[in-house]
Nanobody
Framework: QVQVAESGGGLVQPGGSLRLSCTVS????????MGWYRQAPGNERELVAR???????DYGASVRGRFTISRASAENTVVLQMNNLKPDDTGVYYC??????????????WGQGTQVTVSS
């Protein structure tokens, strides 16, 4: 069974930094891409950052230049470094593991979400 574990959310003042981590575990052959999405109250879920094979990265327009997604040394783990945080960055951040290949099937897997609040 595939599990997606997120950590690192919390409360931070504007201009501060947070680091989110996501680890995918289970009997996994491969993962096509991993990324972070966020959802604020009343808004749709939107892309924050994504890293695919050969370390190709994509960022949402509002976070480009402030956030960085990278692979950690631990297997199937990605880290999102968030700098110069703004109140508009507030929301629940979800990790998505795309096309996780297992002995049974290929499927996308979402984490439970972690709250990020930017407020003074």
């Amino acid at each position: 069974q595939v599990q997606v574990a997120e950590s690192g959310g919390g409360l931070v003042q504007p201009g501060g930094s947070l680091r989110l981590s996501c680890t995918v575990s289970g009997n996994i052959f491969s993962i096509a891409a991993m990324g972070w999405y966020r959802q604020a109250p009343g808004n749709e879920r939107e892309l924050v950052a994504r890293i695919a094979r050969r370390d190709r990265t994509d960022y949402g327009a509002s976070v480009r230049g402030r956030f960085t997604i990278s692979r950690a040394s631990a297997e199937n783990t990605v880290v999102l470094q968030m700098n110069n945080l703004k109140p508009d960055d507030t929301g629940v951040y979800y990790c998505l593991a795309e096309r996780v290949a297992t002995p049974d099937r290929d499927k996308d897997h979402w984490g439970q979400g972690t709250q990020v609040t930017v407020s003074s």
